[in-house]
C-alpha cells in the first residue's frame, strides 16, 4: 500500500481514479480503432483523448 501513500490517496479515491483514467484510455482506443478503419470519422479522437488523458494526470499543455 506505499502506493497509496506516495500519491497520497485512499484505497477508494485511488480505485475511482484509476477505474476513470482506465474507461476514458478504452474509449479512446475504441475510436481510435473505428478511425483506424474510417480515417474520415472521428479525425481528432487521438488527440482528444490524449489531451484528457494529460490533463487528468495534471499536465496543463
Do not use: S
Not at 497509496?4 to 475504441?30: N, P, Q, R, S
Not at 478503419?37 to 494529460?54: C, H, I, N, Y
Amino acid at each position: 500500500m506505499g502506493h497509496l501513500e506516495d500519491v497520497g490517496m485512499g484505497y477508494f479515491a485511488h480505485l475511482k481514479t484509476a477505474w476513470g483514467m482506465a474507461f476514458l484510455l478504452l474509449f479512446g482506443g475504441a475510436r481510435l480503432l473505428i478511425h483506424g478503419l474510417l480515417p474520415f470519422v472521428d479525425t481528432e479522437a487521438g488527440q482528444r483523448t490524449v489531451t484528457k488523458a494529460r490533463r487528468r494526470m495534471g499536465y496543463e499543455d
